[in-house]
């Protein structure tokens, strides 16, 4: 679409590689060059299906992690309180011998794992096998938990299947209308909101925010409901759909199940109701189910703001029943989608590092699932631990008497992303032993007794799913610093430490992916047929791929749904609201969300000064009247506290936020920290915690500046990269 | 068994359904409270407020069903209907029951009475038999049967008078004329609504549904009605109807608690707890009467019908009921009214800041009413999003905007015009690419190094390069930067 405005596309070296972004799930493709002396390593877009030839500040600033100042290069481990630099042999004997004296004294699951949505397809894999064989432990799950659980439990329960987006981002140019609800792409994977232009120019783009975001100001129609009242708003808007006559009866009648104790939920949220709970104009929920109604093609689009509810996913069920109504999914140029968040948020949630899954999509309760993957392992099925607790639960057991005494990490920043970070810090300093395997210096990694320093994308193979269930290649381009090891390295030569044979645990990989292929072989997330090979020659291939000739599923269900009799579910659901709501103590609610230049908890973003220099303090969005209300003008500092917590921020009036919602980012760290408000209300299927409802107030804070706001402004470590021992040093709670 | 309380809900229609729904969620296995239901239709529960839907035609009858036939089956809930209450004898606590079964008497711990409210018929020559049920043509506006009664009988160029400008008047004459029938709606005072309006939003909404063909005989009541042929009225003239559609108000069914000695005003008199002057006995809904609530409406109904269920499953013995700030909403196609509170304050009102705003040609009218900076009340016609707004405000009790005009009239308000921001007067901060936050003297500054194509702009600043929206302005500045070059 902007091919001709793109730089480097016309004109790249020879020696540039292939590759994809280390953010988001939109995963842009773009051409790594390292210089012929090494010393810098430049990135540009390349023309992709998915990106379009385009890529965001974060993109083009990717390669500045890989020589962060704070770059860790060398093992670290904790003695006397400080950690202290150590060769790999010794800092990996530590954790093997740590691991295997607690597990000797208190038993397998003593011991936890936990994931993250960004590693590689392959480090997923051989970290859920890693945890199941050579640890034995049913403790394992991951930060996706926090952040699509609930559209993937819905996508299951609807669809029999769980594919973020069961056809290719570009299908959605030929849309009419598409609804986009608690989505913010214009400032979470900009590059795709090119796919979004065509509809919002015929007057078809819907988005539903409470917040009027980069987003939303581009929608034909923003609706702005309270926060945590998604779902009455989805009922409404089905009942809507109904009274317009816009049901497509015929679809009901072929392709679903269940409409009618779905409906019967609904009749219950006529327009008037709903917009009493919502907020949300009567008639613009019947706009919105006349727009989708009439529309030749739409789409219904879901993310974090629909999902990340005690309620969430009952909300994704509500907004897919919707679709279904109206016969959107299944059908080409329609459907429904969720808009996964992490790099390989998809390929993250299919291969074993889920507390309850094995590789391949696959229930880990399931007999038979359990007998295949056992046999690709080559070792006794019924030595496979069942399922594990999920990553809050699991955090909040940490270094309790029934909780894990010890924990491996890789690939996340738990002290940052998780909710109510400042208890969960303190789990984590409860531990007896903690290891974090990381890039940079993290704030989870600063309360280890082992830091592993590995490699990240630029500097090693791996495939990563993107959100459209599209299996990438993301290539080596660069040699990493002298003193990193990869991750599949750090399981192997922990695997080889804790007795396994080598070959269990390779660490190359191709190889690696080799044995995934065989493990997901007749699973749902089928990546049989996918080889390093194919994709190297440019194939384009969404699972599943059942074999090697097989052309790939871009659109999985247009013959059917995975159900076994082919048919989508409604599931009855209705609005109950959130786990808290706002009181006299804590008037406010309290939402948190992503920046356009920063990612997830900040790691990688907060060590690239141009990315610092653009968003780099934390701030409160708050409606103008509303600071006032509590006494604050913008730009000063304020404390938003809840019954969890009190972050500290700077004021931002918007006058487009609603007066009772205030809005923080969550990428900043300590005192900063968005999660030290956030409620860890679970939801009771996918166990996502309700990061985006909690109960706040609004105070000045009293006197002088907020400790970590001077820290923000520069990369968390001294200028000579050595280790702050300050920061290292273990002291939480 | 014992110890499990036996709870006889006596109606089985809005209220009464509900209650039992709120009851078997929070005591899913029956362990602590049995519950049997009692329902003098023969159908089961349905949805009444979606009635004005089905007389519109865009609901049918199965669509507003409350309940699946299997429903009190799966919730181990007993449902009586085609049954009807014939007496209570609160002193062994036991109803007498009369239904298809015959006679029954039935113990209970506790009685909800959910019976409703009834349509009153005004007083006028023919418009009910010498039994008192209505007259052939004439059909109140209350059931599902009513409903399809009229639905059978409303074709198009059908005459019918509405007997009732109040909510539920106007929700069927606005059904029936859109079915393409001749609608004159009677009503006995001066406007329509008096209840919900003020004379000035009754005029606009009168006028706009006089567009939809509905014709009003105001401050007039019927005298006389001859089948097939027309209603007479007592100013002297006439009105043609085939159909006479009954919504001239409501009257709380009260005659069985009157007969068990209950406290009754306009209707059972209730606590915060529900409770009737018998604590055994609880009422909620239309037939209830508790301070400070409004009657008639759905909401206050199921917030009673939650309490009440708190209650007596104990899941919160500390739940009251304080009364609902209830929202009106007229449900009619074309019309988009919200009343609320109080709305007779007129502007100049000392003790309360009363804005107005009436645009009959357009059929807007706005009225809101505040006392310390929160909503008192507000009339809202034809302004639907800020009538969300407002109405949310005024139920959650929250502070409003200091930007009233913008509160008023929500999208209404045209936003403020920003000049077209050419090239030349856009000031150099101005972020013209939000995914590489690239400002426009950064790009005026490339231009000035040399770059002059879109592409080489974007080479230098990246501009362009995220998703592409931004092109045509680059586009822009750069063809301005040349022609001052």
């Known amino acids: 679409m902007v091919d001709a405005a793109q730089p480097g596309t016309g004109d790249v070296p020879s020696t540039a590689t292939p590759s994809h972004c280390s953010y988001c799930a939109l995963q842009c493709a773009m051409h790594i060059t390292a210089d012929a002396d090494g010393a810098g390593v430049t990135v540009a877009p390349r023309s992709f299906p998915t990106n379009g030839g385009g890529m965001c500040q974060k993109g083009w600033t990717a390669a500045e992690v890989l020589d962060a100042p704070a770059r860790l290069t060398t093992p670290l481990v904790r003695r006397h309180g400080r950690l202290h630099e150590a060769s790999w042999d010794e800092a990996l004997t530590v954790v093997a011998g740590a691991l295997r004296d607690i597990q000797a004294e208190h038993g397998p699951d003593a011991v936890g794992v936990f994931g993250g949505g960004g590693l590689t397809n392959e480090k997923c894999y051989l970290l859920g096998k890693f945890a199941r064989v050579a640890l034995r432990t049913s403790v394992i799950d991951y930060n996706g938990r926090f952040c699509m659980s609930s559209a993937a439990a819905a996508g299951n329960r609807a669809f029999g299947m769980d594919r973020g987006m069961p056809f290719p981002v570009t299908d959605l140019a030929n849309a009419d209308a598409i609804l986009l609800v608690g989505a913010n792409p214009a400032d979470t994977m900009p590059p795709f909101v090119q796919h979004l232009s065509p509809a919002a120019g015929g007057g078809g783009l819907i988005v539903v925010d409470p917040r009027r975001t980069a987003t939303a100001a581009r929608a034909s129609l923003h609706l702005q409901p309270a926060p945590g009242t998604d779902l009455a708003l989805a009922l409404g808007i089905l009942h809507a759909a109904v009274t317009g006559d816009y049901v497509d009866e015929a679809y009901l009648a072929d392709r679903t199940a269940g409409f009618d104790e779905a409906w019967r939920q609904a009749a219950a949220w006529w327009p008037e109701r709903v917009e009493q709970v919502t907020g949300v104009a009567a008639a613009d929920q019947r706009r919105v189910a006349a727009l989708l109604g009439r529309a030749r093609n739409a789409y219904v689009l879901t993310a974090r703001g629909s999902e990340q509810h005690a309620t969430g996913t009952d909300t994704v069920s509500a907004w897919i029943n919707l679709a279904l109504a109206l016969g959107l999914p299944g059908r080409h140029g329609s459907g429904y989608g969720c808009l996964t968040g992490q790099g390989n948020g998809q390929g993250g949630r299919e291969h074993g590092q889920k507390a309850d899954q094995l590789p391949g999509y696959r229930p880990i309760t399931d007999p038979a699932a359990r007998e295949h993957v056992a046999g690709v392992w080559g070792i006794d099925s019924d030595s496979l631990p069942g399922p594990g607790p999920s990553a809050y639960e699991l955090l909040d057991a940490l270094g309790s008497e029934t909780g894990p005494r010890a924990l491996l990490v890789f690939g996340s920043n738990i002290a940052v992303s998780a909710p109510r970070a400042e208890h969960v810090t303190r789990r984590l300093a409860g531990l007896d032993f903690l290891a974090v395997a990381d890039v940079v210096p993290s704030e989870t990694a600063a309360l280890a007794d082992v830091v592993l320093p590995v490699t990240q994308w630029a500097e090693e193979d791996g495939t990563m799913t993107n959100l459209e269930g599209r299996v990438l290649l993301r290539r080596k381009a660069v040699d990493p610093p002298a003193g990193v090891r990869s991750d599949l390295d750090v399981l192997a030569g922990l695997a080889s430490r804790l007795g396994q044979p080598a070959e269990r645990f390779p660490a190359d990989p191709e190889v690696v992916f080799d044995e995934l292929r065989r493990a997901s072989a007749g699973g749902f997330a089928d990546y049989s047929g996918i080889s390093y090979d194919r994709l190297r020659g440019g194939e384009q291939l969404h699972w599943p791929v059942p074999h090697a000739e097989h052309p790939g599923t871009p659109r999985p269900f247009l013959d059917g749904f995975a159900h076994p009799d082919g048919r989508a579910r409604f599931v009855p659901v209705t609005h109950t609201g959130p786990a808290e709501v706002p009181d006299e103590e804590y008037p406010l609610v309290a939402t948190t969300g992503r920046l356009l230049a920063q990612y997830q908890s900040g790691a990688q973003t907060r060590q690239v000064a141009e990315l610092m220099a653009a968003q780099g303090e934390m701030f409160v969005e708050v409606h103008p009247d509303t600071a006032r209300r509590f006494g604050l003008a913008d730009g000063d500092v304020a404390e938003v506290t809840s019954r969890r917590g009190t972050t500290v921020a700077v004021v931002r009036c918007a006058p487009s936020i609603r007066p009772d919602t205030v809005f923080l980012p969550f990428h900043f760290p300590e005192q900063q920290r968005a999660n030290l408000l956030t409620n860890p209300a679970l939801d009771p299927t996918s166990r996502m915690p309700e990061f985006k409802v909690c109960a706040v107030q609004l105070n000045k804070q009293p006197s002088e500046p907020p400790a970590g706001t001077e820290r923000a402004e520069q990369a968390p470590s001294t200028p000579d990269g050595s280790h702050d021992p300050e920061l290292a040093a273990r002291e939480v709670g | ?485």
């Open chain 2, 1 to 485: 068994m014992s110890g499990k309380r036996k709870v006889v809900i006596a109606g089985y229609g809005m209220a009464g359904a509900r209650l039992a729904e709120e009851i078997t969620a929070r005591d899913p296995g029956g362990d602590r409270v049995g519950v049997t239901v009692v329902g003098a239709e023969p159908d089961h529960a349905y949805n009444r407020v979606l009635l004005s839907s089905v007389v519109a035609g865009t609901l049918g009858d199965d669509a507003v069903r409350l309940h699946s036939e299997s429903w009190a089956c799966l919730r181990g809930v007993d449902v009586r209907v085609a049954t009807t209450v014939t007496g209570v004898d609160t002193a062994t606590r036991t109803v007498s029951l009369h239904g298809p079964r015959g006679q029954e008497e039935l113990g209970y711990d506790t009685l909800v009475l959910a019976q409703g409210s009834a349509p009153w018929i005004p007083p006028a020559d023919g418009l009910v038999t010498e039994d008192g049920s209505p007259a052939e043509g004439v059909l109140p506006f209350r059931t599902l049967a009513d409903c399809q009664a009229i639905v059978a009988r409303a074709r198009a160029g059908t005459p019918v008078a509405v007997l009732g400008g109040g909510l539920l008047g106007l929700e069927a004459a606005r059904g029936l004329a859109g079915r393409g029938c001749r609608v004159s709606v009677i009503h006995p005072c001066e406007y329509i609504m008096e209840r919900q309006l003020d004379r000035g939003a009754a005029e606009v909404l009168a006028g706009t549904l006089a567009g939809y063909g509905i014709e009003f005989r105001l401050g007039t009541t019927a005298a006389g009605y001859v089948p097939g042929d027309g209603v007479k009225l007592n100013d002297g003239s006439w009105v043609p109807a085939d159909m006479v559609v009954v919504a001239a108000g409501v009257r709380p069914e009260t005659a069985l608690a009157e007969r068990a000695g209950l406290r009754v005003d306009q209707g059972v008199v209730v606590d915060d707890w529900l409770r009737t002057s018998d604590p055994r006995i609880h009422a909620i809904g239309d037939c209830a009467q508790h301070p400070g609530t409004v009657a008639g409406l759905v909401q206050p109904a199921w917030e009673q019908a939650t309490v009440l269920a708190e209650l007596l499953t104990g899941a919160d013995s500390g739940a009251r009921y304080r009364g609902t700030a209830a929202v009106t909403r007229l449900k009619a196609s074309g019309v988009d009214l919200a009343a609320f509170g109080d709305v007779t304050a007129e502007p100049g009102s000392a003790d309360a800041e009363v804005l107005c705003l009436t645009d009959p040609a357009r059929g807007r009218y706005a009225k809101l009413v505040l006392r310390d900076d929160r909503v008192a009340g507000a009339v809202l016609l034809g302004v639907p999003d800020a009538a969300a707004t407002i109405a949310h405000h005024y139920i959650h009790r929250t502070p409003a905007p200091s930007d009233r005009l913008a509160f008023l009239l929500g999208r209404a308000l045209p936003e403020e015009q920003v000049p077209a921001s050419s090239p030349a007067t856009m000031p150099g901060s101005t972020t013209v690419c939000s995914c590489n936050n690239v400002p426009k003297s950064r790009i005026v500054d490339a231009w000035r190094g040399g770059a002059r194509t879109v592409g080489e702009l974007a080479e230098t600043t990246r501009a362009t390069t995220g998703c592409g929206s931004c092109t045509s302005a680059v586009r822009g500045i750069a063809s301005w930067l040349e022609s001052t070059a």
